[in-house]
């Protein structure tokens, strides 16, 4: 079965940086986009960044862009999220997620078909 598995995340000071993986397995890697997403306490689970199967497009929510860069390497099954310059309000859980193969970079949560456990992101002031 598909298995997605984040890793990276901390605690970090406010203007500091992290970089986020997430192995996948069990799924032709190189036929979905990749994308993160992450959910804060008391709120909904929101789109950040997506990349899509070649890693030519990429795309970022407004509120991460210039700090957030998203990656991958089809070799090694792999997607990254490096963060720079993190805010406190950058605060959640982060999930990595597989697209469904008909989507080439969504941004909708409901447009992927797995995801990994999360991995939680504390950026203190």
């Known amino acids: 079965q598909v298995q997605l598995v984040e890793s990276g995340g901390g605690l970090v000071q406010a203007g500091g940086s992290l970089r986020l993986s997430c192995a996948a397995s069990?799924?032709?890697?190189?036929?979905?986009?990749m994308g993160w997403f992450r959910q804060a306490p008391g709120k909904e689970r929101e789109f950040v960044s997506v990349?899509?199967?070649?890693?030519?497009?990429?795309r970022h929510a407004d509120s991460v862009k210039g700090r957030f860069t998203i990656s991958r390497d089809n070799e090694k099954n792999t997607v990254y999220l490096q963060m720079t310059n993190l805010k406190p309000e950058d605060t959640a859980v982060y999930y990595c997620?597989?697209?469904?193969?008909?989507?080439?970079?969504?941004?909708?949560?409901?447009?992927?078909?797995?995801w990994g456990q999360g991995t939680q992101v504390t950026v203190s002031s």
């Open positions: 997620g597989a697209a469904d193969e008909r989507y080439v970079d969504p941004m909708r949560g409901n447009e992927y078909a797995a």
């Open positions: 990349i899509n199967w070649s890693g030519g497009t990429t």
């Open positions: 069990g799924l032709t890697f190189s036929s979905h986009a």
